[in-house]
């Protein structure tokens, strides 16, 4: 598999939209717990600590990498865009900014609602629910598109996006639905503009 993280990311993805059929993707619902929302929850906050670990690596791979912290620290010096990436729900009218707390040096709660899920699942299971996972799911897609985008899987995608993706202002040519692909804050060209220090 040549971009396993982007397929991975687009499996969950695309389960969210399969229980999107009996929990409806709506703010009044965010609240709303499940077995299966923790199974999205606990298979997206993996995959975001696996991904972050390696977009460090991929731009700064003389560092240290062991934790959130870490991630953050790293991340905010090379692409301090990545606080304000907005990710999109066109179908549901919603919009997440998932990494916004790293302007402030503190990890999201999302992030904190998946270590409690998973390691106090007992205590905190109300946690793993719909609000929680697409706000966690928005943060993998932004660490995926940063991770992949020499790859350039922001390039002709076609019309069918996964449910949640880069919001359209990130389309080269503005909103224009068959604009040639997407571009990201922090690179120029295919090249990211902060050097790893």
Not at 37 to 49: H, I, P
Not at 111 to 122: I, M, P, S
Not at 172 to 195: I, M, N, W, Y
Request: aromatic content about 14%; charged content about 30%.
């Amino acid at each position: 598999m040549k971009l396993p993280h982007w397929e991975y990311y687009l499996s969950i993805a695309s389960d969210l939209e399969q229980a999107s059929r009996y929990v409806e993707i709506d703010k009044e619902n965010f609240q709303t717990f499940s077995l299966e929302f923790t199974r999205l929850l606990l298979a997206t906050g993996s995959e975001t600590d696996v991904v972050a670990k390696l977009l460090c690596h991929k731009y700064c791979p003389t560092g240290e990498y062991e934790n959130i912290n870490n991630y953050r620290k790293t991340l905010k010096k090379l692409a301090p865009g990545i606080c304000k990436v907005e990710i999109a729900m066109p179908r549901y009218h919603l919009t997440f900014v998932p990494w916004k707390d790293w302007e402030t040096d503190k990890n999201p709660d999302w992030w904190k609602a998946y270590n409690d899920v998973k390691h106090h699942r007992d205590k905190y299971y109300k946690k793993a629910n719909l609000g929680v996972c697409l706000e966690s799911l928005a943060g993998l897609c932004v660490l995926v598109a940063y991770l992949y985008y020499k790859e350039r899987i922001l390039k002709g995608l076609g019309i069918r996006l996964p449910i949640m993706f880069l919001d359209p202002k990130y389309k080269k040519g503005g909103r224009a639905l068959f604009s040639p692909g997407f571009e990201l804050p922090d690179f120029e060209g295919e090249k990211l503009v902060t050097k790893c220090v």
